[in-house]
């Protein structure tokens, strides 16, 4: 593997662990918009990292479409 595709995967891990987290926070804490955004944003983070492009997000950092390259 080389080093930029490492730098890849261990971003993409970065992604992923943030998304698992904010996930967990926002069973919890469903009326949190700030984890709601953040979680939203996080998954955006993490589909642009696998190469997916986000339609249609809303200024409030809700995604309603994310459309994949693969």
Same mark, same amino acid.
């Given at each position: 593997?080389?080093? @930029? *595709?490492? &730098? ?5 891990? +970065?992604? @992923?662990?943030? &998304?698992? %987290?904010?996930? =967990?926070?926002? /069973?919890?804490?469903?009326? %949190?918009? &700030? =984890? *709601?955004?953040? $979680?939203?944003? *996080? /998954?955006? @983070? $993490?589909? /642009? ?14 995604? +309603?479409? =994310?459309?994949?390259?693969?």
């Amino acid at each position: 593997m080389g080093k @930029a *595709a490492h &730098v890849l995967e261990k971003e993409l891990e +970065k992604w @992923a662990e943030a &998304v698992r %987290d904010y996930e =967990i926070l926002h /069973q919890a804490m469903p009326y %949190d918009k &700030v =984890i *709601a955004k953040s $979680l939203s944003q *996080a /998954q955006v @983070a $993490l589909k /642009q990292s696998r190469g997916g492009v986000v339609l249609n997000m809303e200024s409030g950092g809700d995604v +309603k479409e =994310i459309s994949s390259l693969e």
